[in-house]
Structure formats: C-alpha cells, structure tokens
Nanobody, 120 residues
Framework: VQLVESGGGLVQPGGSLRLSCAASGSFAKIYTMAWYRQAPGKQREFVARMSGRTSTTYVDSVKGRFTISRDNAKNTVYLQMNSLNPEDTGVYYC???????????????WGQGTQVTVSS
C-alpha cells in the first residue's frame, strides 16, 4: 500500500492550498484517512481526520479554515486549507487506517509528506 501526497508549496499569509493524498495497492477497505503536520523542531500533530463518508474531526487551530474531504471512488483524501498563516508551516503527512486485502489485517500507513510554507 502506498500513500502519495501532492499540493504543497509556498504561499503568502492569507492564501490557500489544497493537498491531495491518493492511496494505492491491495486493500479491501479504508476506515479513516487523516492529515498530520510537523513544524520544524516540533512533534508531529494531528490536523484533520475523515472516517467513513461524512464524519470529520479537526484540531481546534484549523477549525473554520481547513476542510477535509474524500473521494472514495479514487481512494483519495483532500485537505483544503484557507486563510493560511505562518503557524501552519510544516511538513504535512497523510495517514490511512485500512484493511489489507491479502492479510485481512488492519494496518496503518503514512505518506512521505509534502512541505507547506506560509511566508511573505
């Protein structure tokens, strides 16, 4: 199973970015897909999670600014980030909890990360 992120980059404060994460490989079902981020010198932190088709959870600092969504047909999760500020800078990682098709075990996977830099 692979998770491939895209969409990071450099943006000015107040700007927007949209991250994508596509899951590929042999899995029977995806339970949850989520985004985490890690700022320089800090621990990785949870940002947003989508469970099933509609259940979403956000860290307080991004509520009202970020929106997580999912295209089940494409096994892809998105993170629309608006009103970005410098505190949002970091490497954003995609995470998926899924049922592997070959082993029929629940497994957790991470993407390689995509850099988001908010700076003027």
């Amino acid at each position: 199973v692979q998770l491939v992120e895209s969409g990071g980059g450099l943006v000015q404060p107040g700007g927007s970015l949209r991250l994508s994460c596509a899951a590929s490989g042999s899995f029977a079902k995806i339970y949850t897909m989520a985004w985490y981020r890690q700022a320089p010198g800090k621990q990785r932190e949870f940002v947003a999670r989508m469970s099933g088709r509609t259940s979403t959870t956000y860290v307080d600092s991004v509520k009202g600014r970020f929106t997580i969504s999912r295209d089940n047909a494409k096994n892809t999760v998105y993170l629309q980030m608006n009103s970005l500020n410098p505190e949002d800078t970091g490497v954003y990682y995609c995470n998926a909890n899924l049922l592997e098709a070959t082993t029929l075990r629940d497994e957790n996977y991470w993407g390689q990360g995509t850099q988001v830099t908010v700076s003027s």
